[in-house]
């Protein structure tokens, strides 16, 4: 608000433990074991209330700490003490509802004014007891355009490989807060220069220092540019797009691999998917519901490139054909030479479903038919000439007609 944002929700603090917050509200449930905190229903909206934190001293009650990497904290203090346990100084600044002031206890107020993004305390322990707060500090520096404190920054490309010890599925959640925000563009570029985005997507981040003519490092700053652009104009983005193009290059380059071997394009596509995506779960896990429609964009490739016969009409009526139609045109427009694929298929889908026929001629060349095997004849029985002229005619009408059958 302080900035002339309008704020996307907003979060309660307060000394009342959480079981004091949930009997005070019948519409609230509480949730979390490294944070535990009560979500209150309020209408058709959810306020998140958290109690004040206070500071850890080693293992306290309520509090667990291994390695410097706090995985339980729930240690209650003050206000004061809360301010302090927060990771930037502009996201430690409370407003009190009461009188409408704002509290500063960490001088946030001067670094928000400054546009200065700089974490509370000793900059490699709260990393340590959080690497996603590096994260944090690039997704800031990126949608607020401020400059992360020098002394914040210097030591975030060392302690990158600290996300490891994250689970993947919080990444997951992470990761849909750094590219699904309207800014995933200069969140990526910022990503790279501090060396986290290796620690994400670390087979696409390789595929990346092996560019072709550009590729694939256009393909994505062009889905990373689309993803912005639909969220500026107010359209949905999914997480199954996005990760599609991320793993895009690291999957083709696996197919291409299993095909050398013999194996088919579309089985290829089907192994090398299956193996990507578990490669990249054991970093950023990517739930079912997405991966299964990432893998339909992938599969449905080779496909949309055969388009000169009736099959291809089938795929308009694909549920995933709008996605993995998307997806070509971004081939296309990352310097994939595709010809006049995706100006076939956008025409295509202009034309009623009486005129689409007549377009796959113009797809390019017809594949050839598959002609059937001859049928071997039956070695007539010897009932004399006659008879064996009869069976023999018999025979040479009966083959006409299966090959005519065959070709029609």
Avoid: C
Avoid at 298 to 304: D, G
Wanted: proline residues 5%.
């Amino acid at each position: 608000m302080l900035l002339g944002h309008e704020p996307k929700d907003f979060d309660v603090t307060t000394d009342a433990s959480p079981e004091q917050v949930k009997a005070l509200f019948r519409n609230s449930r509480l949730i979390g074991r490294r944070f535990r905190i009560v979500h209150v229903r309020f209408g058709r909206e959810i306020i998140e209330v958290a109690t004040f934190r206070g500071q850890h001293a080693g293992d306290a009650e309520g509090g667990v700490i291994e390695d410097g990497l706090i995985l339980r904290d729930n240690v209650f203090g003050t206000i004061k003490e809360d301010a302090w346990r927060r990771d930037f100084s502009v996201n430690a600044l409370f407003y009190d509802s009461q009188d409408d002031s704002v509290i500063d206890y960490v001088g946030g107020y001067a670094d928000l004014k400054n546009g200065l993004l700089r974490i509370l305390g000793e900059p490699e322990v709260r990393y340590r007891e959080d690497p996603v707060r590096m994260l944090r500090a690039a997704r800031f520096a990126a949608k607020l355009g401020f400059k992360i404190h020098e002394e914040s920054e210097q030591i975030i490309a060392r302690l990158g490989p600290l996300l490891r010890d994250v689970s993947p599925s919080r990444l997951f959640e992470e990761v849909l807060k750094l590219f699904q925000t309207g800014v995933a563009l200069q969140t990526f570029e910022l990503m790279r220069h501090y060396n986290l985005f290796a620690q994400l997507f670390p087979e696409t981040d390789r595929s990346l220092a092996v560019e072709k003519n550009g590729f694939p490092l256009r393909l994505l700053v062009k889905a990373l540019g689309n993803t912005d652009e639909r969220i500026a104009l107010g359209k949905p983005v999914t997480p199954a797009f996005l990760f599609a193009a991320f793993l895009w290059e690291p999957l083709r380059s696996g197919a291409e691999k299993l095909r050398a071997e013999g194996m088919s394009e579309a089985q290829a596509i089907q192994v090398s998917a299956r193996q990507v995506l578990s490669q990249q779960s054991q970093s950023v896990i990517l739930p079912k519901r997405f991966s299964l429609r990432a893998r339909d964009v992938w599969s449905m490739q080779p496909r949309l490139e055969r388009n000169t016969n009736k099959r291809a009409l089938l795929l308009l009526d694909h549920p995933s054909f709008r996605a993995a139609y998307d997806f070509l045109l971004l081939r296309a427009e990352s310097g994939e030479e595709l010809g006049d694929l995706p100006d076939w298929w956008t025409k295509i889908q202009t034309l009623d479903e009486a005129e689409r026929p007549s377009m796959l001629s113009a797809g390019g060349d017809k594949p050839k038919r598959r002609r059937r095997r001859p049928q071997r004849k039956k070695p007539a029985k010897q009932a004399g000439n006659q008879s064996n002229g009869q069976v023999e005619a018999n025979s040479d009408r009966s083959g006409s007609s299966q090959e005519n059958s065959s070709d029609s």
